[in-house]
């Protein structure tokens, strides 16, 4: 695990000691039980069936170029997105490094957004899993260069029982072994997430090892709908994109532009 990713996470810890003395894992618990009663949108489903894929990501900042829209709002760009063609959304709920926050998806749901969001943060502990159900995610993003192979495979399974789905994120070959743990859908990250650094090759390279069967999704990096289409024929169904749509002025009218020429 790299310098960027080791940082985030050791913050992340301290920031889930202050979550726990806020509200307990047992309060949170009794908040989230009434909801599971309700299905949440499938996010492998909705992008096995889309025509495009695209999950369009609400990204305020990064810690690699800084703020990218620190005025988006989280009950506009979302629903734009949807409406423009979005199969699945991404919203990123880490504060310190992203600018993001639960109440974004809370917000984006209560705009009229019913497609499958997914909470991307750097989960390491099944309390962040009770926050993703509470605030209204249908999936979670589960890192395997923060977490074990054993914790893992605890987290994916706590995930299935609150009725989430789990996109697990893959970035290097040895990786790979974790596609084997029963998550829903199989990330490659085109961005190294120690050096920041961004190779859409990364994705071509990997796919082929990944299991035939797996709901493939590319994340990060891509800016070109002829890159999506070479993707799609590498085997993905899921293209994650975020910065090429949220640097611009209107987030949602980038991405229709960006489904257009491949229909």
Not at 26 to 50: G, Y
Not at 129 to 139: E, K, W, Y
Request: aromatic share 8%; glycine share 6%.
């Amino acid at each position: 695990m790299a310098d960027i990713l080791e940082q985030i996470v050791a913050h992340k810890r301290m920031e889930l000691d202050e979550f726990r003395q806020r509200k307990s894992y047992s309060q949170i618990e009794k908040e989230v039980m009434p909801l599971l009663d309700t299905p949440c949108p499938s996010m492998r489903k909705a992008l096995t069936e889309s025509s495009n894929g695209i999950i369009a990501e609400f990204k305020r900042k990064s810690p690699s170029k800084g703020w990218i829209k620190e005025d988006g709002k989280a009950d506009i760009i979302p629903l734009s997105y949807q409406e423009n063609g979005a199969a699945a959304l991404s919203i990123l709920t880490d504060e310190y490094f992203f600018g993001g926050c639960d109440e974004f998806i809370m917000k984006a749901r209560q705009s009229g957004v019913t497609i499958p969001i997914l909470y991307k943060n750097f989960v390491i502990d099944e309390y962040q899993l009770l926050q993703a159900r509470l605030c209204g995610a249908s999936a979670a993003l589960l890192i395997a260069a923060c977490l074990t192979k054993e914790r893992c495979k605890s987290l994916i399974g706590m995930a299935h029982d609150l009725g989430l789905e789990v996109l697990l994120e893959m970035h290097s070959e040895p990786e790979l072994e974790y596609a084997e743990l029963g998550n829903d859908m199989c990330g490659i990250n085109n961005r190294n997430l120690g050096t920041f650094v961004t190779d859409v090759k990364n994705s071509f390279r990997l796919a082929e090892l990944l299991p035939q069967d797996a709901c493939k999704v590319s994340e990060s990096g891509i800016s070109n709908p002829d890159t999506v289409a070479e993707l799609r024929q590498a085997g993905f169904r899921g293209f994650l994109i975020g910065e090429n749509f949220m640097k611009t002025e209107n987030p949602g009218e980038a991405l229709r532009q960006f489904i257009m020429p491949h229909p």
